[in-house]
């Protein structure tokens, strides 16, 4: 018998894996807000194209334009770049992949703001590189990181899980004074007031990776980008899989991008529910962490657990996401769905709050 633990390479044995969000079985009646999808359906102009695609079955025999590169053009004509400045992914995710494999060798120092997206860890680990978590404070979001001999930092903008968007003038001086790749995860830019794509041309280290899972609401098509300049592209470019996005993909996304009204009138509604909800929560005695994306982080008010809320809310059938190590242990973070979803969550946080003997799981 072999034995498999021993030929497995010891950062991965070591490792846990990421956790992601609970997904319900597909025609399950629950209110999903525990993964910041979108409330909202994709543009019609996505579907049509994606509909168009499909009707000509005989060209799914053959593989997808490898560099992906209409939709490539596409972005580049969207936010006002060349075509040598993206590249596009298999969801952001795999972007995130990517720029490790391409700028960062195994012990090499790789930074991230404490607590932010989870997933960085993980793959700098896979990496065989060593994590370097700088812990953030959100009553105090622009504390400069220790960058001492850090070789790539991940900076989260707006941040997840809190929301804080970063100013430019922050993350201009955060790539000037490191010594290295900076990449800006803008997964949220699109529901916030700004972003960092002006910095592009200042800043030659700075790489800007987008999703299409929240604003654009195409999270079952796995498409990303990444901007940066045209010799970082072109580096990261040979770092990814050869046809890494699918036909579809690609052709539901140029699509996507090309629909900006759309797109904007669903930021529009989601911020003003935002608004909405985060007005709600503090007249409940809720702290709310100022948002610039498509959730809220909030901490229910003293003597009422957030772990007993989560278990409530899950119990009648409202997902929302509950991490449990701390300093998050506290809070839930809530993501934005349409305004009755949110009437409905408010209901049943005020039973919550109103139910006196509370049951021990509650508590
Ligand atoms: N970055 C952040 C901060 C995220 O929250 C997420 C989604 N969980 C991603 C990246 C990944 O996005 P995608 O679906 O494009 O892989």
Partial sequence: ????????????????????????????????????????????????????????????????????????????????LRAEQVLAGNGSDELLRIVLDTFVDPGEKVGFLEPSYSLYPVLIQLRGAAAVPCPFDWRQPEQMPDLEGIKLFFLTSPNAPYGIAFSNKFIKELAARLDGILVVDEAYADFAAGNALELLAACPNLIITRTFSKSYALAALRIGLAFASPEIIGEMDKARDSYNLDYLAQTAAAAALGDQEYLQATLARIRETREFFQRELQHMGFTVCPSATNFLFCWPPAGLSAAGLYRFLADRQILVRYFAAPP????????????????????????????????????
């Fill in 1 to 80: 018998m072999k034995n498999i633990a021993s030929l497995v390479r010891p950062a991965v044995r070591k490792m846990a894996g990421y956790t992601p969000g609970q997904q319900p079985a597909p025609g399950s009646q629950v209110i999903k807000l525990n993964t910041n999808e979108n409330p909202y359906p994709p543009s019609p102009a996505a579907v049509r194209a994606l509909e168009q695609a499909l009707a000509d079955g005989d060209r799914l025999r053959l593989y997808p334009p490898p560099t992906s590169s209409s939709l490539r053009q596409a972005a580049a004509d969207c936010y006002g």
């Fill in 328 to 363: 998050l242990d506290r809070g839930l973070r809530i993501s934005i769905g349409t305004r009755e979803q949110m009437a409905t969550l408010l209901t049943v946080i005020n039973q919550f709050i109103a139910e006196e003997d509370k049951p021990d799981g509650y508590r």
